[in-house]
């Protein structure tokens, strides 16, 4: 009988060992640098991170905390080139039940916000409580109106109430006029929770939401960072007069258009409008309007993402006085990139939209 209970506590002893995953160490990631027509135009940054008990029984916690490892070493210097402040200001909470773990929010201070990141440890439990709504509460006060100001979220995306997390998203995007763009990240290995932090991130026209896989390399961080961060200053852009749509093909700026999104960027604006002014020139062309993303989604989604930027800039030119019987549109999604898709820079150079002239 005592063979059998020692060979018992070996065999399960032996299957917890071989199923036991252990946390994933964070990447090495360098800060992001800006190119020459970028500039920072957010001005808080407050890092969000699920340590509730819903994330435990999976590696969505190990993936939570070594992606904010991550994000904090992407993020640009706190003096680096911006169109606002000469500075930004950053701060961290991680939650679970009653519990918190808060960087203050203050000058960007990346060393103060690794070192709290590194010992990110899981919090309230045993009470599995992931109260979001409590926190996006929390995050108003410590945003206290300003901005414009950035909120990435890690999480599994299960609160306790979708319905009271959303709507405490809701007030927190009404109570800062400057704007604020939510960011999520999904780290639960399957789909569950997703579609909350989609509709979460939707709140705010500037919003993204991406998985953990979404961000396994470098690259990929520093993308996400840039997203999050980052525009071209018009000021700064290529002269618009070198661009002749009515002879030339012209492609869009890749930045032009953010992860997931069909909006117009400020840079994209001024750019079209330098279009229309010339488009209004040659009344006998006609321009084909083709819309790309790039490799992340289902070919479906891509394809309708792809029309609806196109859609966008037919309705800028269509209102700017230009025919609408001059304008055609092509969704092409992922099916043509001028980048790898396996990296973030690549991947911003993929959503694009071109203006084919054809008379």
């Known amino acids: 009988m005592k063979l059998f209970s ?24 360098d800060p992001l640098q800006l190119s020459g027509n970028e500039a920072r135009v957010v001005d808080q940054v407050l890092v969000v991170t699920d340590a509730s008990g819903s994330m435990k029984d999976s590696r969505s916690f190990s993936e939570a905390k070594a992606l904010t490892q991550e994000f904090i070493s992407a993020l640009p210097e706190a003096n680096v080139r911006s ?36 010992n990110l440890h899981l919090l309230g439990v ?8 409590d926190v996006l509460a929390e995050a108003h006060a410590t945003l206290d109106g300003q901005g414009p100001a950035a909120l990435v979220l890690f999480s599994d995306g299960q609160p306790d109430s979708e319905a009271t997390a959303m709507q405490a998203g809701r007030e927190l995007v009404a109570s800062i006029p400057a704007g604020i763009c939510i960011h999520t990240v999904h780290t639960a290995a399957g789909g ?27 690259s990929n961080l520093n ?38 999104k069909a909006n117009l960027t400020d840079s994209g604006e001024q750019t079209l409008s330098a279009i229309v002014s010339r488009l209004g020139e040659c009344e006998d062309v006609k321009i084909t309007i083709r819309g790309h993303t790039d490799g992340l989604g289902t070919d479906a ?12 800039v037919e309705n800028f030119l269509s209102s700017g006085g230009i025919d609408s019987g001059r304008l055609n549109t092509e969704a092409k999604g992922e099916s043509e990139p001028i980048a790898s898709n396996d990296t973030g ?7 694009r939209v071109e203006l084919i002239p054809e008379k």
């Open 223 to 260: 993308g996400f960072s840039r997203d999050v961060l980052v525009a071209a200053i018009p000021g700064t852009l290529p002269a618009v007069g070198a661009i002749d749509p009515c002879t030339t093909p012209v492609r869009l700026r890749a930045v032009e258009f953010n992860f997931d």
């Open 301 to 312: 989604y891509n394809e309708g993402l792809s029309e609806r930027r196109a859609t966008t």
């Open 83 to 118: 169109k606002n402040a000469a500075t930004y200001s950053a701060g961290a909470i991680a939650f679970g039940g009653d519990d918190r773990k808060t960087t203050p929010l203050a000058t960007f201070d990346r060393g103060a916000l690794a070192s709290d990141a590194e």
């Open 192 to 218: 569950e929770g997703k579609a909350f932090l989609t509709g979460l991130s939707q709140l705010t026209s500037c919003g993204s939401v991406r998985t953990a896989a979404d961000l396994q390399s470098a």
């Open 126 to 133: 045993p009470h599995p409580r992931t109260p979001l709504n």
């Open 345 to 351: 820079e690549g991947r911003a150079r993929n959503r």
């Open 6 to 29: 020692v060979v018992a506590l070996v065999a399960i002893f032996g299957i917890g060992c071989v199923s036991y995953a252990p946390p994933r160490d964070p990447i090495a990631v």
